[in-house]
């Protein structure tokens, strides 16, 4: 509107100048054709048709007609009533009047990156907090934001309040408790001459690294006791100190099995009837094996599924990535990369086959 309306007044300045050698019988003449030009135009666009003027045009207009008396105002033909025009110059002088007596407050000055960082840190790692909580903590650590501010930072990045985000939910707790946590179970297969095979397997939440623990026709609970001290030994090798493991129930697993894990210091959690999704991560490592071998080699005995289980095993634990590692392997962690631009280009890749073919672990030549 401003530039509009120094536009106008520069143009109509010319023109005020080209009217000064101009003699007044040529000035009445001009001013007879102008105001037969306006009553034209009023004839043909009709007494209910308004003429629409933009705002600069008001702003113009009105500064320069407001200076004639209000006699001669009414006088002239105009597009609009004199009263209009008298309207328009009130309304440009009160918006002049309300720029140059505005107050000017400086206002509150933005949170600063940092403490907005710090304060979404302060309720990620803690969700039980509200703002309340959070602002006490921030005064602690010398930081002074109002309780308004951590609110208003909550909301906007769309964090439900504390009662909402502290429920916890079966994954979260599993998360939390991973290196306390083991899981066992049985998976069926039946091998080329019609027998079947019952494998006991057990998995670490925190790592993902499986153990099979044998392999038998005859799952009878003093193979399953003795199969559970064995894994009892090699968990105290290792130096894993877990102190609950999930399992189904299974008719497999012995009374006897629970007491040896609790002399060992470990609480068996049995999971709800029918609700597999409980021992998940056990479920997921079945479901796994089954894709990638089971349903893809033929086992001639017991001689065989063993061999296969523990390729598998070595395969599992050595090799594929994880996504709850990171992209790791159990017992390998994620290699460094690659940002040589001429590696990058020239990559040699080695694959080894695993079980004729049936598994491949790919690494880069030497």
Same mark, same amino acid.
Request: charged share 25%; aromatic share 6%.
């Given at each position: 509107?401003?530039?509009?309306?120094?536009?106008? +007044?520069?143009?109509?300045?010319?023109?005020?100048?080209?009217?000064?050698?101009?003699?007044?019988?040529?000035?009445?003449?001009?001013?007879?054709?102008?105001?037969?030009?306006?009553?034209?135009?009023?004839?043909?666009?009709?007494?209910?048709?308004?003429?629409?003027?933009?705002?600069?045009?008001?702003?113009?207009?009105?500064?320069?007609?407001?200076?004639?008396?209000?006699?001669?105002?009414?006088?002239?033909?105009?597009?609009?009533?004199?009263?209009?025009?008298?309207?328009?110059?009130?309304?440009?002088?009160?918006?002049?009047?309300?720029?140059?007596?505005?107050?000017?407050?400086?206002?509150?000055?933005?949170?600063?990156?940092?403490?907005?960082?710090?304060?979404?840190?302060?309720?990620?790692?803690?969700?039980? /907090?509200?703002?309340?909580?959070?602002?006490?903590?921030?005064?602690?650590?010398?930081?002074?934001?109002?309780?308004?501010?951590? /609110?208003?930072?909550?909301?906007?990045?769309?964090?439900?309040?504390?009662?909402?985000?502290?429920?916890?939910?079966?994954?979260?707790?599993?998360?939390?408790?991973?290196?306390?946590?083991?899981?066992?179970?049985?998976?069926?297969?039946?091998?080329?001459?019609?027998?079947?095979?019952?494998?006991?397997?057990?998995?670490?939440?925190? +790592?993902?690294?499986?153990?099979?623990?044998?392999?038998?026709?005859?799952?009878?609970?003093?193979?399953?006791?003795?199969?559970?001290?064995?894994?009892?030994?090699?968990?105290?090798?290792?130096?894993?100190?877990?102190?609950?493991?999930?399992?189904?129930?299974?008719?497999?697993?012995?009374?006897?099995?629970?007491?040896?894990?609790?002399?060992?210091?470990?609480?068996?959690?049995?999971?709800?009837?029918?609700?597999?999704?409980?021992?998940?991560?056990?479920?997921?490592?079945?479901?796994?094996?089954?894709?990638?071998?089971?349903?893809?080699?033929?086992?001639?005995?017991?001689?065989?599924?063993?061999?296969?289980?523990?390729?598998?095993?070595?395969?599992?634990?050595?090799?594929?990535?994880?996504?709850?590692?990171?992209?790791?392997?159990?017992?390998?962690?994620?290699?460094?990369?690659?940002?040589?631009?001429?590696?990058?280009?020239?990559?040699?890749?080695?694959?080894?086959?695993?079980?004729?073919?049936?598994?491949?672990?790919?690494?880069?030549?030497?």
């Amino acid at each position: 509107m401003l530039l509009r309306l120094a536009y106008l +007044t520069v143009t109509n300045a010319f023109a005020a100048l080209r009217l000064l050698p101009t003699s007044d019988r040529d000035k009445d003449v001009e001013i007879l054709v102008l105001r037969h030009q306006i009553a034209v135009l009023e004839r043909q666009l009709g007494a209910d048709t308004r003429v629409r003027f933009a705002p600069e045009d008001r702003a113009f207009l009105a500064a320069l007609l407001t200076s004639l008396p209000r006699e001669v105002l009414r006088q002239l033909r105009l597009l609009v009533r004199p009263d209009t025009v008298l309207r328009w110059h009130r309304d440009l002088m009160r918006r002049c009047h309300a720029r140059i007596c505005r107050p000017k407050r400086p206002g509150r000055s933005p949170t600063v990156p940092s403490i907005r960082a710090l304060i979404l840190r302060l309720v990620r790692e803690n969700p039980s /907090w509200g703002y309340r909580r959070v602002h006490g903590e921030l005064t602690t650590l010398g930081i002074k934001v109002a309780p308004s501010t951590v /609110w208003e930072i909550l909301k906007q990045a769309a964090l439900d309040p504390a009662p909402e985000r502290a429920s916890t939910t079966w994954a979260d707790f599993l998360r939390s408790q991973a290196d306390a946590l083991l899981a066992c179970d049985f998976i069926e297969t039946v091998t080329l001459s019609g027998q079947r095979q019952y494998v006991l397997a057990v998995i670490e939440h925190a +790592t993902r690294r499986v153990r099979v623990l044998g392999i038998t026709a005859h799952p009878s609970a003093t193979w399953v006791t003795q199969v559970i001290r064995n894994l009892v030994m090699d968990l105290d090798g290792a130096g894993c100190r877990a102190r609950f493991l999930l399992r189904d129930r299974d008719g497999k697993f012995p009374i006897l099995m629970d007491e040896v894990l609790a002399e060992a210091g470990i609480t068996t959690v049995l999971t709800g009837i029918r609700m597999p999704r409980m021992n998940s991560i056990m479920e997921r490592w079945v479901q796994s094996c089954r894709h990638e071998l089971l349903d893809r080699c033929l086992v001639w005995n017991e001689r065989h599924l063993r061999h296969a289980l523990r390729e598998y095993e070595l395969f599992y634990n050595g090799h594929p990535a994880h996504q709850a590692l990171a992209q790791a392997a159990p017992l390998r962690p994620v290699p460094e990369r690659i940002t040589e631009p001429e590696r990058v280009t020239d990559l040699k890749i080695r694959r080894r086959a695993r079980l004729g073919g049936v598994l491949h672990e790919y690494s880069h030549a030497a």
